[in-house]
């Protein structure tokens, strides 16, 4: 090599250690993020008090204005706000909106953000599918619920156990041991509605839609589902499943209380809101498992961003923040279950009967993530509700309602 051609090696080393040492760090993401939420008071307390404090040490040359919003009417108000270019640039909302939001085409899709791909596989499945529209996901879950066996301790001693049956057939053994004494029923879906009746029917190998939740010919009116509704009536007809079903007296509450029901499916607001006698008076476990396993359904609120938000790394960034574990558990406090995997795994100084929903989230599902789902919600509804009152066969309902749902999917 010939010292010319050392020389100009050299050269052009020294220049791209120069450019290299000269170029500066990336320029700190600033701006205000505006962000709605519906906190409860005692929630909102918190995320001022502990939560943003921490945001704020991390994150300083970015300002969160947190503004909590009244529910009623807050679906309206979103669309009024858009439409004025006065919308907020990040938003908890209820996990019934994101699809239909996404479809008006006012959301942000986070699945195009790189560190999506990082963040998805830390989420319970279910709480992530909530999230999802026509292939994309326009927002990430930010706090989850669902509903789990909820079995009277007193109703449960009187049949000769201490612990929960864990499979269905076990527990309708000892529903049919109630039958027959006045004002006993072993179980009580709460209502005909998809948040009332899809525990059981998912349970009992019923399904809606396909996973991609595109079509529901061939899946609500399958073989599977309509034996599924047929069980339940069959329970109903045999005198398993009490009143409260129809809104009638005793109440899921009051008859848990009264001792008239083996078990109720419940949410973790029924601990809360009774107190600690709720926790003293029951046995607590994930739904007794059918043909379709143990499966409930999934609850919550999601974090989405508006697509004409001007201060999208910031609000970016302050969504990833709401996923870290600290975060997750500072609101778990509140009662709100964790969404991250990471963070339910090593909650501390919580009620012991949350780990049983955060074991029941492992297998939760969605109600269908569609911008119809309110009218889909309807048609399933009267559509198991017309068969518990004697209307139609199960065939029959599960038939007309895969249809109507099918046009409600496209």
Same mark, same amino acid.
């Given at each position: &090599? ?5 020389? *100009? ?13 000269? #170029? ?36 300083? $040359?970015?300002?969160?204005?947190? *503004? ?7 679906? =309206? ?11 907020? $640039?990040? &938003? ?88 027959? #004494? $006045?004002?006993?029923?072993? %179980? *009580? ?40 509704? =047929? ?17 009638? =007296? ?20 029924? +601990? ?7 926790? $003293? ?12 396993? /143990? *499966? ?9 961003? +508006? ?6 790394? !910031?609000?970016?960034?302050?969504? =990833? +923040? &709401? ?12 009662? &709100? ?7 339910? /795994? ?5 009620? @012991? ?28 509804? %009267? !559509?198991?509700?017309?068969? +518990? ?7 029959? @309902? %599960?038939?007309?309602? !895969? ?6 999917? #496209?």
């Amino acid at each position: &090599m010939t010292l010319k051609k050392v020389l *100009v090696g050299l050269f052009a080393l020294l220049l791209v250690v120069g450019l290299t040492s000269c #170029k500066a760090d990336p320029k700190p993401v600033s701006g205000k993020v505006m962000f709605w939420h519906t906190y409860s008071e005692g929630e909102e307390k918190l995320f001022l008090e502990e939560v943003l404090p921490l945001f704020t040490a991390k994150y300083p $040359d970015i300002e969160i204005e947190s *503004v909590r919003m009244p529910y009623d009417g807050l679906k =309206q108000q979103i669309i009024t706000a858009y439409t004025g270019n006065v919308a907020p $640039d990040v &938003m908890r909302m209820d996990i019934g909106w994101v699809a239909e939001f996404a479809k008006q085409g006012i959301l942000e899709e986070v699945s195009a953000f790189d560190e999506f791909d990082g963040l998805k596989d830390n989420f319970f499945a279910g709480s992530l599918s909530t999230n999802f529209y026509d292939g994309k996901y326009y927002g990430l879950p930010l706090n989850t619920n669902t509903k789990v066996a909820v079995y009277s301790k007193a109703v449960l001693a009187e049949l000769g156990l201490t612990a929960a049956p864990q499979t269905w057939d076990e527990m309708i053994a000892l529903a049919r041991q109630l039958k027959d #004494k $006045d004002e006993r029923w072993g %179980l *009580v879906p709460q209502g005909f509605g998809p948040w009332g009746f899809l525990p059981y029917f998912w349970t009992l190998g019923g399904n809606i839609t396909d996973d991609k939740y595109t079509v529901a010919t061939g899946y609500l009116n399958s073989a599977d589902s309509v034996a599924a509704v =047929q069980q339940l009536y069959d329970y109903y007809k045999e005198g398993l499943i009490g009143p409260a079903m129809f809104g009638e =007296q005793p109440s899921a509450w009051d008859g848990m209380a009264g001792g008239n029901y083996l078990w109720i499916d419940d949410g973790p607001w029924y +601990f809360s809101i009774i107190g600690q006698s709720a926790i $003293d008076s029951t046995v607590v476990s994930t739904i007794p498992a059918g043909k379709g396993g /143990s *499966v409930s359904v999934v609850g919550g609120e999601d974090l989405v961003m +508006f697509n004409k938000t001007a201060n999208k790394d !910031a609000s970016w960034i302050f969504m =990833q +923040f &709401m996923m870290e574990d600290q975060v997750q558990k500072i609101m778990a406090k509140t009662g &709100m279950i964790p969404v991250t995997k990471t963070a339910s /795994s090593s909650l501390t100084d919580v009620p @012991a009967y949350v780990a049983t929903y955060i074991k029941q989230l492992e297998t939760a599902q969605p109600r269908t993530p569609s911008a119809n789902w309110g009218s889909i919600e309807q048609v399933l509804s %009267l !559509a198991i509700e017309s068969v +518990f009152r004697g209307e139609k066969t199960p065939t029959e @309902a %599960l038939n007309a309602a !895969a249809t109507e749902i099918d046009a409600l999917l #496209k």
